[in-house]
């Protein structure tokens, strides 16, 4: 059953249109239902619809959503997010501006070793050359591409902003340029072009970006408060001749402006294209003491598009509660205390999560539930992808599918007894595949690069879907895998068979985690997609990531505040809200505090039921420093009056309880655990 402004949304036919939906509002069944209805009732063909979402699980959910909701006979639109969705045109068209349907998609520590050695000789300062990476991660993310003309004085604006003289951008330029000219002769890809190239691809063959436009008769982005600018290009080039795109978002969402994301892009797209505007206020999830605090907390924030959230769930309704302890053992001891009595009153850990603004406080957290036994996962808290088991695994997939990937090649060489940087360089001169050189190394290392081109050559045959199974079965991959298992063991332990399988299952386990990621890419593709679109697809998770870690179930979450975006818990702990944490400084300066205050609002958002904000008076925030005095969040003051807001003040000589009632069902939880536990 829809509400009556959801039911707007869904009704909405042609022509731009934003909708504001705050937290809690349903938005994802909103864009599903509207989706269902233009493919079923307004004649919109699978082929003519584009949904793009900002995380490849996101995707899945609403793939799976509308495939549940839509009669057999009909065919999905395109799902996907944004770089998905670009590397589908470039798999397309690209090669009529030079890209290949073989190039692989490098990871970020490839690509970032390729830039830096291209820019090593004009800029010997690896400091400053750290400078320029960021730099060109700032023009990337506004769309702007070295090999277009229009966009260099722009280009060379950024430059002169960031320091460089006239002379350095044009030096900084060409670097760029060369960039460029090395991924085509490697048939390689990074992130940024999985945007910048479809850009580039659409303003070179006007015919095509025209035959696309006509096709498509709806276009919807959810999440459009994280759209940066080149993404935003990208959408205006592909706007269907209706002009009916639909933006989702929350601008008081908007986190990632660290990341370049644009949360201007919805103010400008209402102005810019008369958009109608709808607003999705009712918030489902959360009671009324945590809708109202967020709001009253976010609309101190004056750039912003404004709503008036309200919940709709009626009930107990707990005012949020902040603890204050003398430090950060305290804190973290008080947390468990309370997750103890949380799981004593019949909650399962699932329910529960502990928040954070730094991935290091999860470590103080992380020994007081070990001592009580608590379960728990750490989401987002180490990238599978800088496991070195998982870029192998990666790189083995990637010159499977390109020969010519110099990069995975050099990474693969590890694996191969005698193939040193030489052996690399002495098989990449000149062009062809690369492991029909074999008969220029010496025997040995010759020997095992002819066994590693037949098992790319099966390998490629097979497909991504074989890929975890090729690892685990291959001599050379084994071995490898075997040797860094043995160096991780204990000196001196004697290392038996069962001690080696022992210590390779974190591995296996990464690389199980990796290959079901790939599976679900490659399960949404359409059938008998030809294999360089399946490696395309399955690849993704180079860059991407593979957004799956632990199931969750049985486990209390453990996860900074970015991580846990799009998230819902019935109890949510905010660990640390003081000020230097939330908002966060750095260097002593708070660098932007609308979006810090943006990042507590999601924090506070996340819970169902209960919020419990946790303040130490002294804290090590990572800096050296050891621990250092801090004050309790200026933004405690902006959840709203004192009364919205429960302190409870457990430092040394100054403890207080909660209310009553609130103080006796807590203490009935903690007797029964201790009960339990003794």
Known sequence: MLDDDQARVVAHEDGPAAVLAGAGSGKTRCTTERAARRLTE???????????????????????????????????????????????????????IGIPRRATLMDADDATRMLDALLARPFPDKGHRQELLRLREKITARGLDVTHEADVPEIMSLCEAD???????????????????????????????????????LRQDPALAARLRAELRDVTVDEAQ?????????????APESRTVVLVGDDDQAIYEWRHARPENMRDFIDQYGAT???????????AAIVSGGATLVRNNTERLEK???????????????????DGEAMAEGVADRLSAALARDRGPEDLAVLYRKNRLARGMEAALLRRGIPYRIKAGTDLLGYADVR???????????????????????????????????????SGDPLQRAARLAPRAAAAVERLGAGMARLHGDGPGGLLAWCEQDGLFRHWLTQRARRSMQAGRAGGAADVEQALRPALGRMAVVQRAMDRRLASLPAGSPPEAAWAAA???????????????????????????????????????????MPMERDGEVENLAEERRLAYVAVTRAQDAVTLHHADALDLGTGRGSEPLS????????????????????????????????????????????GSA
Do not use: C
């Not at 846990?564 to 109890?571: I, Q, S, T, Y």
């Open 42 to 96: 307004a004649g919109v063909p699978g082929a003519g619809m584009v949904l793009l979402t900002f995380t490849n699980k996101a995707a899945t959910e609403m793939r799976e959503r509308l495939r549940a909701r839509l009669p057999a006979e009909y065919t999905l639109p395109w799902i996907s997010t944004f770089h998905s969705f670009g590397n589908g045109l470039l798999r397309q068209h690209g090669e009529a």
């Open 392 to 430: 192998m695994m990666l790189a083995v997939g990637r010159l499977a599918s390109n020969r010519h990937d110099i990069r995975a090649l050099s990474r693969v060489a590890d694996m191969i007894p005698g193939l040193g940087a030489r052996g690399v360089a002495r098989l990449t001169e000149g």
């Open 308 to 326: 008036t959230p309200f919940a709709v769930r009626s009930g107990e309704d707990a005012p949020l509660t902040l603890v204050e302890y003398d």
């Open 226 to 238: 994280d759209t940066d600018a080149g993404q935003f290009r990208l959408l205006q080039l592909i």
């Open 163 to 201: 320091g460089l003289d006239r002379t350095a951008g044009r030096r900084f330029r060409e670097g760029l340029r060369r960039y460029e000219e090395e991924k085509r002769r490697a048939a390689v890809l990074d992130f940024a072009d999985l945007i910048l190239l479809p850009i580039r691809l």
């Open 539 to 581: 690849l993704e998770v180079v860059a991407a990531g593979t957004e799956e870690g632990d199931a969750g179930e049985g486990k209390v979450t453990l996860s900074t505040v970015h991580g846990a975006k799009g998230l819902e818990w019935p109890e949510v702990h905010l660990y640390g809200f003081s000020e230097g944490l």
């Open 632 to 675: 309790v969040s200026r933004f405690l003051g902006e959840l709203g009056p004192g009364e919205a807001v429960t302190r409870v003040d457990r430092r040394r000589g100054r403890t207080t309880e909660p209310a009553a009632g609130q103080a006796r069902d807590w203490l009935a939880a903690m007797r029964k655990t201790l009960d």
């Open 277 to 287: 505007v709808y607003r999705l206020e009712r918030n489902y999830r959360s009671t």
